[in-house]
């Protein structure tokens, strides 16, 4: 009898590595291994791989390659985009702007940078986790010297007004930045649209190897290094380049600029139809959708099921269905997220959501034995 594989819906939380990604990637692994800093030819081919990824990243992107910095991931990213700028632009003011809806990668290194002496605003936002720019356009002082919001959020989808957010900060005089990770490959992602000064991308979100990741530094925006060595990456990220996984990288969002129509039109067909069945499979009222009902990430569905537990339905459907909890319930308290916390969803909600996230895989097959899983196992509480 033929093994049924666990349906995966968590593309959110990581992608598999797409197969012309590790096509391109294996001649690194095995013959070209040479350092990109040798001038002899080992050393040359590596180096002339590392600058076809940055164009490819730039391409994607509307950006010059010279504004491209190889990372370890979208944490790096994002340390580098916040503390490198705040350490660097000292003397020109000590506040920054955030949401309270951002990334661990984002929040902590706010709360690093305040026990450094910085003074950090998280800006509120409404019930479908949108900040208002009115809100922003308030929350600025004569200290203010960057703002970092997310493009899209990684657990409800919604998309951020960045152009219109980026504005108000330029007009300030304060620099803006914003975490990628989730929109890369999703939706367009266009730095000069956009207006961003800095802007992180994770790899391993867009169908690239796990442990790589870019930040786009707008030409003239001073970064103070996080650390300290050779001078690689035109002396902006010490050490030697990952040569096998920046190739992953590269190709990966080459791909994602070429086939985005395709997929976005993919993820929603594939979101709308989990969504649909799921509406017709259980009683009215059984859940709510969190996150804007429109402006959301085309592979994103967060719902909360009523006076439903997360954790004990993701332990029945586990084995079976794969998808992430926005709570845990344990014996003396309920751990709600921050996002489902500052979107105010109710508690009979948000203490049963799960996200589903869809990828270029998801068939429409996995999708209905999806819904009768989860169903079945609403349906058995």
Not at 29 to 55: C, D, Q, T
Not at 180 to 209: E, F, N, R, T
Not at 248 to 259: H, N, Q
């Amino acid at each position: 009898m033929k093994e049924v594989k666990p349906i995966y819906l968590d593309y959110n939380a990581t992608t598999p590595i797409a197969k012309e990604v590790a096509d391109e990637m294996a001649p690194y692994l095995y013959g070209h291994f040479g350092n990109p800093s040798s001038s002899h030819a080992f050393g040359v081919k590596a180096r002339m791989a590392v600058e076809k990824a940055r164009h490819q990243i730039a391409d994607a992107l509307r950006c010059q390659s010279s504004e491209i910095v190889f990372t370890s991931g979208g944490t790096e990213s994002n340390n580098y985009a916040i503390r490198g700028y705040a350490l660097a632009n000292r003397d020109k003011g000590n506040h920054i702007i955030t949401s309270q809806i951002e990334h661990p990668a984002v929040l902590e290194v706010c709360r690093y940078l305040q026990n450094q002496g910085f003074t950090i605003t998280y800006l509120p936002v409404d019930q479908y986790g949108l900040i208002s720019p009115q809100s922003l356009e308030e929350a600025f002082t004569p200290n203010t010297i960057l703002v970092s919001i997310m493009h899209a959020n990684n657990e409800v989808g919604t998309i951020q007004p960045i152009q219109d957010l980026a504005e108000i900060a330029h007009k300030h005089g304060a620099a803006f930045h914003t975490d990628a990770a989730q929109s890369v490959g999703k939706i367009p992602v266009d730095v000069q649209k956009l207006g961003v000064d800095m802007l992180s991308i994770a790899g391993h979100k867009l169908y690239a190897p796990k442990g790589i990741g870019a930040l786009f530094i707008r030409n003239g925006t001073a970064l103070k290094k996080l650390m300290y060595g050779a001078d690689h990456e035109s002396n902006r990220r010490p050490g030697t380049e990952n040569v096998l996984e920046i190739v992953g990288l590269g190709k990966a969002c080459e791909i994602a600029k070429r086939d985005l129509e395709k997929n976005m039109s993919h993820f929603k067909n594939m979101r709308d139809r989990l969504h649909k069945e799921l509406q017709v499979s259980l009683a009215e009222g059984s859940f709510l959708l969190n996150g804007h009902p429109e402006l959301r990430l085309p592979n994103t569905l967060s719902l909360g099921f009523y006076k439903e537990e997360a954790n004990t339905l993701i332990a029945q459907i586990s084995d079976r269905v794969a998808v992430s909890a926005g709570a845990a319930c344990h014996s003396d308290k309920i751990n709600i997220s921050n996002v489902l916390q500052a979107m105010k969803v109710p508690l009979d909600y948000a203490m049963g959501t799960l996200r589903f996230s869809v990828g270029r895989g998801t068939t429409i097959d996995q999708i209905d034995r999806a819904v009768e899983i989860i169903a079945d196992a609403i349906k058995a509480q």
